[in-house]
């Protein structure tokens, strides 16, 4: 019957005229994905840097996703300085098992052994040592030739330009005023040996997109982000947590403050903020509040104009 | 941030909104001192994107005067730029309003940093360009909206900035109104895409019709600059093109599963969809489209999924992944768009590496047809194209790939050419057309000519004669190898044939006539190597291997043979 033509002809639109809406997180998860299996597939010995933070939690989902159902085709690389809290490294133990990655740890011993700390040197060599070079020792001792980082372009002003692939020549060092353009989605993976590339998949991801992500998916975190009640050397507007004893100044006594970490880094230079937020919905509605940026309870980054520039020149992530 | 009162806020229905949210990539381009950094410090302080640390940073600073915030701090990021007071690298911004999040590629507007305005152009939906009121339209604002055409952004809007220093004046407005319009009528015609353009007056410094109206000019009742972005249509064409994905990766983990992992360029797929795999040509139908998060009756453009097929195909990256009844074209010439970005000019005697979709395939430029002036857009015959210099050219690749034309398909239409001997990005480029051997200027059933030969080798026929110790003879050979030479060695006291020096010169004029390079070698115990070709002859005195070579080549250059930048003739 003519009708009934008709009306199949009615039940299937063609679909390219009502164009489904993606919203900007599954654009970013996407980009990231394509980002990840580029990698894998253009260079020899890739590594993924893993920090334990936020950003490396949402860097370790999408390489999940990426290679589904297989495994995650590289290590994780974990650079230790010793002074990361406890419940990081136990929330990194667990979370490599968990994903089944292989996990490498690697720590600048001679360093940490002559008893290198932020208080005896300044932040800016102490994190020379620990993290820059026993970075750099690292990737040149298992000869990674492109390593991933969850550093994001919204964190700091110098990171704003950084590319995707970010060209290192042979002593791991970045020339800003030499980078490689970068056009579509055309990532160029040629390196002579020696030289890598370090790669930021959350290169356009925002904290907040972070967060989001972290919510919508249920990825796990360390329990540091969440505020509790906990020890802090209390200065001024700064909030010092308790891990280490020479942070402390003869006679300071620490109290007790509902506070959090919103970025993990070493103890003795990551300060804590006070904080009711003890959910993902609440970090972002305190987030949305905010009125500074993520990095501004960092001292390393504070040390000097344009200090993280600097150590990004000499090698560090 | 999202401006909103702490009070009446519920985290639930933000997240809700959140999800909802679209996102829109621009890219902004200016002319040294339009104003660039400061209309986007602008954007991003009007729209509390920037904490209040940052403020403090900056405030005090710079060189606006006292109690005001000299906005261009906030984006201009690395020492050299503070130092120097100016932007020198595409920064990338991230900003979001109730309606969407915005992605910022906030390039340089000097003429030597043009490659950049392409780099924040290529994945731009739309194109902010800022005039100088005061100023009028200059080149740099033709090159980017030139720039921004030929990369097809698809929408163009005309900040004409610093309205302040002209009065605000209607008249200024409207004459770079209509002298811009005209500039792209004519970038229309050049590059055979409409462009179409909104234009907004506004001071960035005083924050007129950048996110809120301006008091200042009631003649303008047009929407702010933001209000524009935010009702921008994001790109969805890419939905609407047939379906594309380049295989990225070929996931096995066990024998039961083989699954192809790409992102989709283009269209749809969904679970029974016809496809072909190119070039090979092969057809299947899609059985699984599956993600970690569980499998998919289809997917759009530009998620990255894994596809199962219902056959075996011998797919491996870099194939293509296409619409059975819309396939991308398969050849191994093309004409293109390149813009250049290397220091380097182009030498069409080089092989470089083209990095298209997920593969990277050699390939000569066998001839450049024109390089667009782009200050008056007139074309002219050019040898090479240099840094920041935009043309069109054939190419010739050593293996055919599948592809779209750029102005069809922006994700199979693009490429980049990579220099295998420093490993930079040398330009970017956008396929127009194909140029297969049965169409063009070529008879399909004629003789070969001497400039398909050309095309295809990257040099001309020729004969050079070596004299001197094997290793620097054997030294040059794997020189003009290594350039993608087709070379043909005759040995003196190996080959019977060069018993007759006669009958030798006539096969190496031969083998010259079908374009090949002929290699006549007399090895010599030691000493010099003795060089000669079109009646040249040089002698290098025995050096390190470098040299030697270095300098046969250039006597290769100087005779024609090897197509240089310098002497090149189409």
């Not at chain 1, 820059?132 to 704003?160: C, M, N, P, V, W």
């Not at chain 2, 093309?334 to 290397?342: G, P, Y």
Request: proline share 5%.
């Amino acid at each position: 019957m003519p009708v009934v033509t008709q009306e199949s002809g009615l039940n299937t639109p063609p679909a390219n005229l009502v164009p489904a809406r993606i919203t900007h997180l599954r654009l970013l998860e996407a980009e990231s994905i394509h980002i990840l299996r580029e990698v894998a597939s253009e260079f020899e010995r890739p590594v993924m840097l893993y920090s334990i933070g936020k950003d490396s939690s949402v860097m370790l989902r999408l390489a999940q996703k990426a290679f589904f159902p297989g495994p995650i085709p590289f290590p994780l690389l974990h650079v230790d300085t010793g002074f990361k809290f406890h419940e990081m490294i136990a929330f990194r133990d667990a979370m490599a098992r968990s994903v089944g990655a292989k996990l490498l740890v690697w720590r600048n011993e001679p360093a940490i052994a002559a008893g290198t700390n932020p208080i005896v040197l300044d932040t800016r060599r102490c994190c020379g040592l620990l993290k820059t070079q026993a970075l750099l020792d690292a990737l040149r001792h298992y000869k990674f030739d492109a390593a991933f980082g969850g550093a994001r372009r919204d964190e700091e002003k110098s990171r704003a330009k950084e590319r995707v692939y970010s060209f290192r020549d042979h002593a791991g060092q970045w020339d800003p005023k030499n980078q490689r353009p970068e056009l579509w989605n055309l990532y160029n993976a040629h390196v002579h040996p020696g030289e890598s590339i370090r790669v930021f998949p959350l290169s356009n991801w925002t904290e907040m997109d972070v967060w989001q992500y972290i919510h919508a998916e249920n990825i796990p975190v360390v329990d540091l982000y969440f505020a509790k009640e906990r020890p802090m050397y209390v200065r001024g507007d700064a909030l010092l947590p308790i891990e280490q004893d020479f942070v402390a100044r003869p006679g300071e006594k620490p109290q007790m403050v509902k506070s959090r970490l919103r970025s993990l880094g070493c103890s003795p230079c990551t300060g804590a903020i006070r904080s009711d937020a003890e959910t993902i919905p609440d970090i972002i509605a305190e987030l949305i509040s905010f009125r500074s940026s993520e990095r501004a309870n960092r001292a390393i980054d504070h040390d000097q104009e344009g200090s993280m520039e600097i150590k990004k020149r000499e090698g560090y992530f | 941030m999202v401006a909103s009162t702490l009070s009446e806020f519920s985290i639930h229905d933000f997240l809700g909104q959140e999800s909802a949210k679209d996102l829109l990539r621009f890219s902004t381009a200016g002319s040294v001192d339009d104003g660039k950094s400061t209309l986007i410090g602008r954007l991003l302080y009007d729209t509390q994107s920037v904490y209040e640390d940052q403020v403090r940073s900056i405030e005090g600073k710079g060189t606006t005067a006292p109690g005001q915030i000299d906005f261009a701090l906030l984006t201009d990021g690395l020492r050299a730029e503070r130092e120097q007071g100016i932007t020198i690298d595409v920064a990338y911004r991230y900003f979001s309003t109730a309606r969407r999040k915005f992605i910022i590629a906030d390039t340089p507007g000097h003429e030597q940093y043009t490659r950049n305005m392409a780099t924040g152009a290529s994945t731009a939906d739309a194109a902010v360009v800022l005039i100088d009121a005061t100023k009028g339209v200059l080149v740099q604002s033709r090159r980017h909206a030139y720039i921004a055409a030929l990369l097809r952004v698809q929408h163009v809007l005309v900040a004409v900035n610093k309205m302040d220093l002209a009065g605000y004046d209607e008249s200024v407005f409207r004459t770079i109104e209509q002298d811009f319009l005209s500039v792209l009528a004519q970038i229309s015609a050049d590059t055979g895409t409409t462009t179409e353009a909104r234009f907004v007056p506004v001071s960035a410094l005083a924050g007129d019709n950048i996110v809120h109206g301006s008091r200042a000019m009631p003649w303008y009742t047009g929407p702010s600059l933001l209000e524009l972005l935010e009702s921008l249509p994001a790109s969805q064409e890419v939905q609407a093109a047939p379906f594309r994905m380049p295989v990225q990766r070929v996931l096995r983990p066990d024998h039961t599963f083989r699954g192809f992992a790409g992102q989709i360029g283009s269209g749809v797929v969904r679970v029974g969809d016809a496809i072909v795999a190119l070039p090979s040509g092969k057809s299947a139908k899609v059985e699984r489209i599956v993600t970690w998060d569980g499998d998919l009756e289809e997917a759009v453009a530009p998620l990255s999924v894994t596809l199962v097929l219902d056959r075996e195909l011998d797919i491996s990256r870099g194939d293509l992944i296409a619409s059975a009844s819309a396939p991308a074209t398969v050849a191994n010439r093309a004409r293109a768009a390149l813009v250049w970005m290397d220091q380097r000019p182009l030498d069409r005697s080089r092989r470089y590496l083209l990095k298209h979709t997920s593969h990277t395939v050699p390939v000569f430029v066998s001839s450049i047809e024109h390089r667009t002036r782009v200050d008056t857009l007139a074309h002219e015959p050019a040898e090479t194209l240099d840094m920041n210099s935009i043309g069109v050219v054939a190419l010739h690749l050593l293996r055919p790939i599948a592809f779209d034309r750029y102005a069809e398909n922006r994700s199979t239409g693009a490429f980049i050419l990579i220099d295998p001997a420093t490993n930079t990005t040398v330009a970017a480029g956008m396929i127009s057309a194909v140029l297969d051997a049965d169409s063009g200027e070529q008879d399909p059933w004629g003789p070969v000519t001497v400039g398909e030969r050309e095309a295809r080798w990257g040099h001309r026929g020729g004969v050079l004669e070596l004299a001197g110790p094997k290793a620097l003879i054997d030294a040059v050979e794997r020189s003009l190898f290594a350039i993608g030479a087709v070379t043909s060695r005759m040995d003196a006291d190996g080959d019977a044939l060069r018993a007759d020096e006669d009958l030798a010169a006539l096969v190496a004029a031969l083998q010259a006539d079908s374009g090949l390079l002929t290699l006549l070698v007399r090895t010599e115990e030691s000493g010099a190597l003795t060089a000669k070709a079109e009646g040249v002859e040089i002698t290098v005195e025995d050096g390190d291997f470098l040299r030697v070579v270095s300098a046969v080549h250039q006597l290769l250059h100087r005779a024609g043979t090897l197509i240089s930048t310098e002497k090149a003739h189409l």
